[in-house]
């Protein structure tokens, strides 16, 4: 036994120092591989409500940009009104009560969506917190927020240790694939890929939520005016009538109409760049699967059982994008319409999700049939597009 245990660390030191040497020597390496390979149980649980979650939120996108521009539109109206010793003009009252409307009523359809996404992502969110590395501050004219994050480092080194342990369970399903030195650096770097998805997940997660927060907190203030606003906006003779009382309102939330600025500026800004990260890592990964799959699942040999959660795909365009999961589904792409290629697109989408969802239920083969029709549909969607 002992002699075991023993030829399994010196094979593996092999592994460490001449498959990948430049990850023998960087510091945390093998305690980060431990921690993934004791904990991947969990990290599949949590990764797969955190990628729903932000699903969600992405989704949601065009709402967090319209938001975004009511608050542009109200800091700019402000402006016109903030200087207290000048007096405002009733067309300057209108426009800033109408960005005010339209800011509140924009932050009170992202809210419910918002609130739920984070209740549902709070036990995850928690979980993943104990693997981040850094805090970041959000410093707006009215508070300070810290925000508990990954940097693109730390999602990196993480990312590699599932790598590596995809590398493990290849050995351990095949001891032979120990010398297949190039066997070993292609499950490496599809299971680097695979994990960077959910780790991107929570790092999105982590920071819309700290900018939903701080905006939420800015909004309240207005939500105090919003009737006088509305009499305002409406013609009523009593709000009309008290236009300088409301005037000073709007003027003493100056702080929270500023922060709102920021925050829409800087965090709409910051968490479309995270979306753009996270739909390259799906191609990514989609591609790496797709060229894996080529490479050895024609010749029977399985993949590793993954180790992180399958991305889920959405369109660039924000809708929900699927693919054709019949394995003889073969229309011609030449005489294929753009309504048909994103119908097919739709279908394959749905019955990826179905398959992702099942988690380890689902076989390795069905997730990668499921994984190529998706792929094959978003081809033909872009042939169509380009005809």
Known sequence: MIFRNSLKALLLLLVLTVIFPVASVEAGVLSDIKLWYSEKANINKHSRVIGSEVKTLYRERKSIQNFAEGASGLIQAYKAIKNKSSKASLP????????????????????????????????????????????????????????????????????????????????????????????????????????????????????ASAYYFAARDSVQELLGIQKEIEGIIGGDLASILNISGTINKIQNSGNSIEALGELAEVGTQKISKRFDELVKIQN???????????????????????????????????????????????????????????????????????????????????????????????????KAKGR
Do not use: H
């Open 92 to 207: 300057q009252i209108l426009d800033i009560a109408k960005s005010i409307s339209q800011v509140v009523s924009g932050f009170n359809n992202l809210a419910p969506k918002a609130e739920a996404m984070y209740r549902n992502a709070q036990p995850s969110m928690k979980y993943f917190s104990q693997l981040t590395d850094q805090t970041d501050t959000i410093q707006t004219a009215k508070n300070k927020i810290i925000v508990k994050s990954f940097s693109d480092n730390r999602v990196n080194k993480l990312a590699g240790a599932n790598g590596w342990s995809r590398v493990f369970d290849s050995i351990k399903s095949e001891p032979l694939n120990l010398f297949r030195w190039g066997r070993l650096q292609d499950e490496y770097k599809l299971g680097k890929v695979e994990a960077q998805y959910p780790l991107k997940c929570a790092q999105i997660a982590f920071e």
């Open 284 to 382: 990514d990964y989609v591609a790496a699967n797709k060229a894996y799959n080529e490479k050895y699942n024609k010749t029977g040999g399985n993949a590793p059982a993954s180790s992180a959660s399958i991305p889920v795909r959405a369109s660039s365009a924000g809708n929900s994008s699927t693919v054709n999961t019949s394995s003889g589904s073969s229309a011609s792409t030449s005489t294929q319409s753009l309504a048909t290629a994103m119908a097919n697109y739709q279908k394959a989408y749905e019955a990826y999700v179905a398959v992702s969802q099942k988690g380890s239920a689902a076989g390795q083969a069905e997730l990668n049939q499921a994984i190529s029709n998706l792929n094959k549909a978003k081809q033909q969607v872009e």
